[in-house]
């Protein structure tokens, strides 16, 4: 996927391990144990695709505890979600009420899961919940349209401007393929690059992109084709540089 796409990055599985859980795999990073840091889980992603490291995630890994909740790590609701963390993002009281229940929509139970594993898809080797593809519009874009011929049409976009790793879990929670622009969090603890996008998919739909990449070509091609049959127009002065100004030397 990532040759026929061009992909910058690596698409990654994801599995939610709940308590008690054998999920198997191996080779895994702690970013607490190993590398002596806590991450945020939009920033565990990023690193898993950029540098091709297998991840777990647990609550000690965790530092941003909106993802930690969402992924189901923390035992509790957290009640600064619902009671400060809207006003930092509008000021508009029914926007902070639609935030909260957008995200309170897609959390997992709290304590329904021990770890997270992440992984680049061509080193896996645990059965993925979802996977994940970064690109750029054009290419997240092809992925959807390979999936909506399958007839798996993505969820509508639903952006609160934050905390857009809980499409994640959500898409997992209810099997349903998410795209996803970036939000505050993502950007800023993630490191997102601006150009790009993603799309979350339930794994069960994985096998379906290539073929429908390939078949969608005729009226979706990607890379797309770029339109170069006309004849430059140039200034005056740079005329001396063209066919034109050839032919009226040789013609004097």
């Known amino acids: 996927m990532r040759g026929v796409l061009g992909l910058a990055t ?25 590398l002596g840091i806590r991450v945020a889980f939009c920033q565990a992603i990023n690193i898993a695709r950029t540098y091709g490291w297998k991840l777990a995630i647990g609550l000690e890994d965790s530092y941003c505890m909106i993802g930690a909740e969402a992924l189901g790590l923390t035992k509790t609701y957290l009640d600064y979600i619902d009671r400060d963390l809207p006003k930092w993002h509008t000021s508009d009281k029914g926007a902070m009420e639609r935030i909260v229940s957008v995200i309170h929509a897609r959390f997992l139970e709290p304590g329904s ?5 992440i992984s680049p898809l061509d080193r896996i080797d645990f059965e993925p919940h979802v996977v994940v593809i970064y690109g750029l519009p054009a290419q997240i874009a092809t992925v959807a349209k390979a999936l909506i011929w399958n007839g798996v049409v993505p969820g509508e976009i639903t952006y609160i401007g934050m905390a857009s790793c809980t499409l994640i879990p959500y898409s997992h929670k209810y099997g349903k393929v998410q795209i996803n622009i970036p939000g505050t969090g993502e950007l800023i603890l993630g490191r997102t690059e601006s150009h790009e996008m993603s799309i979350v998919i339930p794994a069960k739909y994985l096998h379906l992109i290539i073929p429908g990449i390939e078949a969608v070509k005729k009226i979706h091609p990607y890379p797309l084709a770029k339109f170069s049959l006309y004849e430059p127009k140039v200034p005056k002065w740079y005329e001396e540089l063209t066919f034109d100004y050839y032919k009226k030397s040789v013609d004097q």
Do not use: M
Not at 10 to 31: A, N, Y
Not at 113 to 117: A, D, G, K, N, Q
């Open 113 to 117: 899961t021990e770890l997270v594993l």
């Open 10 to 34: 690596c698409p990654i599985g994801i599995r939610f391990c709940s308590r008690g859980e054998q999920c198997g795999g191996s080779g895994f990073k702690r970013p607490y144990r190993d």
